[in-house]
């Protein structure tokens, strides 16, 4: 009667060649990406803010006229109040174009104001992420490193096990020609 254990081989060395390589690829894919510090956004919300007043400043000067600003209420030019009136529609009416232009601009840059905040606010979420990545990354490779040190240890014990088993075979032969 022989009784064979089968178990199968397991090649530490390749599963540890797949583990360095798999590491490494995320170190040096993971490296790139983390290059702005968090000093370096709260600057980028600030400048974005400022852009928000100056574009707010922008299209509060961009309106129609509806009076004669104050320093042409003086000497010279309150002889010419009744006309008022008259010159800041003429105004208005030459700088009607100009302000639809204005509105335009002022509209396609609060849009890109808005896409930048969002953008900036996804990037921060990524980065986030992937901090915690590189932390799970960081289990994983001490994981596989226990993993590699179980293989090392259960192919001991597998090696033992055969040369065991076949000392047994050789003890229960030589007892059968013994007996």
Known sequence: MKTEVALPEINASQLMHKIRRDISWQRSKGN?????????ISTMSGQLSSIKRLIDTAASRANARENIPAKYLRFPFFVLRPFQKIVLRLFNIILKDQREVNYNVLS???QSLYLDQY????FENMRSQMRENQALSAEVIELSLRLEQAI????????QLAHQEA???SLKLEIKKKS
């Open 167 to 169: 000392e047994l075979l």
């Open 119 to 122: 953008l900036l606010s996804e």
């Open 32 to 40: 790139k990406f983390d290059n702005s510090s968090p000093a370096e």
């Open 152 to 159: 090392t240890q259960l192919n001991n014990c597998h090696n």
């Open 108 to 110: 396609s840059l609060r």
